[in-house]
């Protein structure tokens, strides 16, 4: 994660960002600590990223990077207000001990790429290019299921979908496949049918739930991590047996960003057995 401390909206470079509306950023600061502190309340370890001046967007970590087995896949922005940021990613992971793994291919790491059990739901249509899923795929050795977003609103493939178990498999305490909440609208048709086929039991969020970022959530498996907005949405998580736990980030969605979109997880090498 990565504090918001020089969050503002001075560009334009996704439909929610308004430079003429005013931003507030001691709120957004505010609004990010609760979403800190309760992730480190249940349970989870937190690592940050130093905020970098002129780099506005940094507090959206999930765009900096995807990370597997403790191989970290960097990020190549396509527009220029946020390609400043790629170093500082590149010289956290290293740091940090990741295998670091420099692009060819234009792509937003975890907001076009989401680890679904073994497969990587990839993103593609606004953001990162069709190119990158072959990349990704090359990358980590794993299946990527390339899916087509088509609403502006829904840029990144993180703002209409949420996988909700990230942990798969019993002996790692949890089901035995994957599940995912998304928003059939926010697809072509031909990858809304390849996400019926692939998860049927699938929860369909409405439009109203996805127009205000309610798809933008984290989830370890239990708690569920959204919008306080997204009340249908909500519902449907409780009838499942998830927890949703209620976060507002509304300043931070004047830049086009929620709950996912500040958090970059980290998934470090697996120990052998």
């Known amino acids: 994660m990565c504090r918001p401390e020089h969050f503002t909206v001075s560009y334009t470079i996704n439909p ?4 003429a509306k005013p931003t507030d950023t001691a709120k ?35 765009n900096g990077g995807f990370i597997i087995d403790g191989i ?15 170093r500082h990613f590149i010289d956290w992971f290293r740091a940090a001990g990741f295998e670091t793994v420099i692009p060819e291919e234009v792509n937003e790491g975890e907001g076009d790429f989401l680890l679904a059990g073994d497969v990587i739901l ?5 953001r990162s290019t069709g190119d990158s899923h072959r990349e990704v795929g090359d990358v980590f050795g794993r299946e990527v299921v390339s899916l087509t977003l088509t609403d502006p609103r829904f840029y990144h493939l993180d703002t209409a979908i949420s996988v909700l178990d990230p942990v798969v498999g019993a002996a790692q305490g949890g089901p035995d496949a994957a599940n995912i909440a998304y928003l059939p609208g ?21 439009d109203a739930d996805g127009a205000v970022f309610g798809l933008n959530s984290a989830s370890d498996g239990y708690n569920v991590f959204i919008s306080p907005r997204a009340t249908g949405f909500e519902a449907q998580l409780r009838e499942r047996g998830y927890n949703p736990v209620l976060i ?15 958090t970059l997880e980290l998934r470090a090498k697996r120990e052998s057995v």
Not at 37 to 57: F, S
Not at 122 to 126: H, I, K, S
């Open 186 to 206: 926010a697809f072509d048709e031909a990858s809304q049918q390849i996400l019926a086929e692939r998860f049927p039991d699938a929860i369909r969020v409405s």
């Open 248 to 262: 507002d980030l509304s300043e931070l969605l004047l830049g086009g960003g929620g709950i996912k979109c500040c």
């Open 16 to 19: 929610w960002m308004e430079p």
């Open 72 to 86: 970290a896949y960097a990020p190549k922005f396509r527009f220029a207000e946020r390609a400043g940021e790629e």
């Open 122 to 126: 990839a993103g593609t249509g606004f």
């Open 28 to 62: 957004a600061v505010a609004q990010w600590q609760v979403l800190y502190d309760t992730y480190l309340q249940l349970g989870h370890q937190v690592e940050l990223i130093d905020p970098a001046e002129g780099l506005p967007d940094m507090v959206y970590t999930a």
